[in-house]
């Protein structure tokens, strides 16, 4: 928890569209994600209890696909937001080439450095390094949360419009392949449930460093404590070049904190018990269905 | 005519022979003849039907077998579940007054006779029905008569009053009823279509062309298998489309597996028919294996069948696998094992990989930080020749 210290110094880290964003991913994957587990685990008492929740298997199906065009949404936004992003600095060369764009510290695609971060973090776990490696603005792990969420939304969002489109699809396409957007669709959305709610969330907010939840996402801004600690390389680079002040941000209003917080929370807490509800049917376990009477 | 009436009606009573009744009166103060007025019996005389009356102290109550001697048709009831019980002595088993009543009987055909359609299951479900006596003398099923009334077959005679909707003893019979473990009765296994086609003959007709009728009445499922025996519900009725899956699932597991992981399958485990259950796609009663060509799943026929509910369906469409395991490589087809495969290897590699780096992640985070100072076991920054800051500078030349 952080304390709304009036004194400590805050840095922005994500501004008003990439909080945008994130809100609607955080909505659409929840919306998504409960009213897609209720058909992958049909047979448990709380799906039918989420189903008439939601006003029946049909309403559900709607509130999925409303989320899928959500879904749909941000990602062509943020498509967009990456072609302007390109066009504005737009110098010379194709971009592929332009080293510092492609394998900076702003960039999202992998570089050496983060395979070298990812055993060095390895070798923090068992005692082979007293610290852990110092990111810069993304760590391996939150660039590996960002393409699970690029990947997953390809995959999971066109074989879902294949199941949504059968009828067009079908036109051209043969009917197994309608099994096989079913199989992908099913085992992503596991995928990606699962990893958000197990690995995102703790890597994010439960890790020690930001427990119980970690707002930046939805204030924008961290305290200097914050980013010294999670984003060190950054922050000493920022400073070497003379740009930390531009970072400069005021604290969070605390209705901001407060709507923060209880936004996070929501998430958090709905994710967190559709995943033990999950690990229980996996262990054969409905937990509103006594065992011993059975079905 | 009037006269002629009122003659009849003074008379009758008179031949019930009013002294005799007056003497058993005697005794029998609470007797009232009343229900007697207006029953088939009331010419009779009292010591027709109770003979042993006739010596004082009475040698016996009165015995099926007394009423045998002006209905001899009735010889079955002997046979059937009930007469054995009574000879058996068993208590509570209904003798004929039990089902047609003692001084009010009346003909079978007067709709205020207990045993006229209307009337039948709530005479029946006096025991069929009752709880403490279902208990008493292990009735099989102890509530077939609520049951009943809730199934097509009640509703329809006693909410549409209509007289052809199935009674009681239309599927058990009357006197003859018999367990339905005794082959002799019209509800052993293998006699439940012929007793159903009794009136579904067009049914029947069907079903005896279909997969299942072909079969060994013995191995084949009966109407019953489907459509429960009391409670019936009519076809159409989501609660029965439902349960109907599972009624198939009994003789078809497999099948009943790969539809639970489909769509299909999914929704009406949910509780919600609108998708297709077995017999949207495979029929009902004139069920056909696909591979015959009058199948609603033969080459011809697949796509209209689907077009049932997917309008647009063509032949594109209909390569669909309603039942596939994809797991399976011996039965799914390749690409769909492979991709299945695919999947699950993507699965198991991020979660092997990530949910190890965040367990590692939650012991060095959470549980060293605890446990270390205890045993003294921690690093202490800044001790070691590689400091942090050493570190960061180096891979900031790096990245640049």
Redesign the interface.
């Known amino acids: 928890m952080k304390p709304n210290n009036e004194q400590e110094i805050y840095y922005r880290r994500f501004g008003p569209f990439e909080i945008g964003l994130h809100v609607s991913v955080v909505i659409s994957f929840l919306g998504l994600a409960l009213t897609g587990l ?3 685990y ?2 448990t008492s709380w ?2 209890v989420l ?1 008439g929740f939601l006003g ?3 309403a559900a199906g709607g509130f999925h696909r409303f989320f899928a065009l959500v879904t749909f949404g941000y990602f062509f936004v943020h498509l967009i937001s990456l072609w302007r992003r390109y066009r504005e600095k737009r110098v010379q060369g194709w971009w592929l080439f332009q080293r510092e764009r492609v ?3 702003n960039s999202m695609i992998p ?3 983060d395979f ?1 971060h990812f055993f060095q ?2 070798g ?4 082979l ?3 852990p ?2 990111f ?1 603005r993304w760590s391996y ?1 939150e660039k ?1 949360d960002y393409w ?1 969420v690029f990947w997953g939304v390809a995959i999971i969002g066109s074989s879902g419009l294949l ?1 949504w489109f ?2 067009y699809a ?7 392949l ?3 957007a ?3 669709h099913s ?2 959305a ?2 990606a449930v ?2 958000i709610f ?2 995102h969330f ?2 994010t907010h439960l ?2 460093e930001s427990f119980p939840i970690d707002i930046v996402i939805f204030t924008g801004v961290l305290s200097e404590r914050e980013f010294r600690s999670k984003h ?2 950054e922050f ?2 920022l400073q ?1 070049e003379g740009r930390l002040e531009e970072r400069r941000a005021s604290p969070p209003p605390a209705w901001a904190i407060q709507l923060a917080r209880t936004f996070g929370f929501t998430a958090l807490g709905t994710g967190t018990l559709l995943l033990v509800l999950i690990f229980l049917k996996a262990l054969g376990v409905d937990p509103f269905v006594a065992p011993w009477l059975g079905k | 005519m009037a006269v002629v009436g009122f003659l009849i009606a003074w008379l009758a009573p008179a031949a019930q022979n009013p002294q005799e009744a007056e003497s058993c009166r005697l005794c029998h103060r609470d007797l009232t003849l009343e229900p007697l007025q207006s029953s088939v019996h009331k010419s009779l005389s009292c010591t027709i039907c109770h003979v042993g009356a006739k010596q004082i102290p009475h040698e016996q109550p009165t015995d099926p077998q007394i009423c045998a001697t002006c209905h001899p048709k009735t010889q079955a009831y002997w046979e059937s579940v009930h007469g054995r019980g009574l000879l058996q002595g068993i208590p509570d088993v209904p003798n004929c007054a039990a089902c047609h009543g003692g001084h009010d009987i009346r003909p079978t055909s007067d709709p205020n006779s207990r045993v006229f359609p209307f009337n039948l299951p709530q005479t029946c479900g006096g025991c069929h029905g009752n709880e403490k006596l279902a208990v008493a003398h292990q009735i099989p099923v102890p509530e077939a008569y609520q049951q009943y009334l809730e199934s097509v077959h009640g509703q329809g005679l006693l909410r549409s009053g209509l007289l052809v909707a199935a009674t009681c003893a239309d599927c058990h019979g009357a006197h003859d009823t018999l367990p339905n473990s005794d082959p002799r009765s019209r509800l052993y296994p293998s006699r439940i279509p012929e007793t159903c086609g009794r009136c579904h003959l067009g049914v029947l007709n069907e079903y005896q062309a279909s997969v299942h009728g072909k079969l060994p009445l013995e191995q084949g499922p009966v109407c019953t298998n489907c459509h429960q025996t009391h409670a019936i519900q009519p076809p159409r009725e989501k609660a029965f489309q439902l349960a109907s899956v599972l009624a198939c699932a009994d003789c078809h597991p497999e099948a009943f597996d790969t539809y ?1 992981e ?2 299909h ?3 009406t ?4 028919a ?1 998708v297709a259950t077995c017999a949207d796609c495979h029929g009902n009663h004139q069920i056909l294996p696909p591979e015959d060509p009058e199948s609603t799943l033969s080459a011809a026929n697949i796509v209209s069948t689907c077009q049932a509910c ?1 309008s ?3 032949a ?6 309603p039942h ?1 395991r ?1 797991s399976d490589s011996q039965t799914a ?1 390749p ?2 094992y492979g ?2 495969l695919f ?2 290897a ?2 198991f590699g ?2 092997s990989v ?2 190890t ?2 367990l ?7 549980v060293v ?1 605890a446990v270390a100072p205890l045993l003294k ?1 921690l ?6 020749k ?1 400091a ?1 800051k050493t ?3 180096e ?2 030349h ?2 640049q």
């Open positions: 209720i058909l992958k049909a047979e799906a039918k189903a029946g298997v049909p394998f900076g510290p570089r050496g450095l070298k973090q390895l923090w776990y068992v005692g390094r007293p610290t490696p110092t810069d792990f590996f699970a199941l059968k009828d079908t036109l051209i396409l043969p009917g197994w309608l099994n096989a079913f199989i992908v085992e992503e596991l995928l699962g990893f197990a690995i703790f890597n890790r020690p060190p390389a000493e680079r070497r | 639970r489909s769509y399958g999914q929704v485990t949910l509780g919600y609108g997917h647009y369906a063509n594109n469409f209909v390569a669909f696998l596939v994809p087809p690409a769909l991709i299945w999947m699950t993507l699965l991020v979660f990530f949910g780096h965040t590692l992640w939650a012991v060095r985070g959470y930080p076991l690093p202490r920054r800044g001790k070691r590689a942090p570190s960061t500078e891979e900031n790096e990245a």
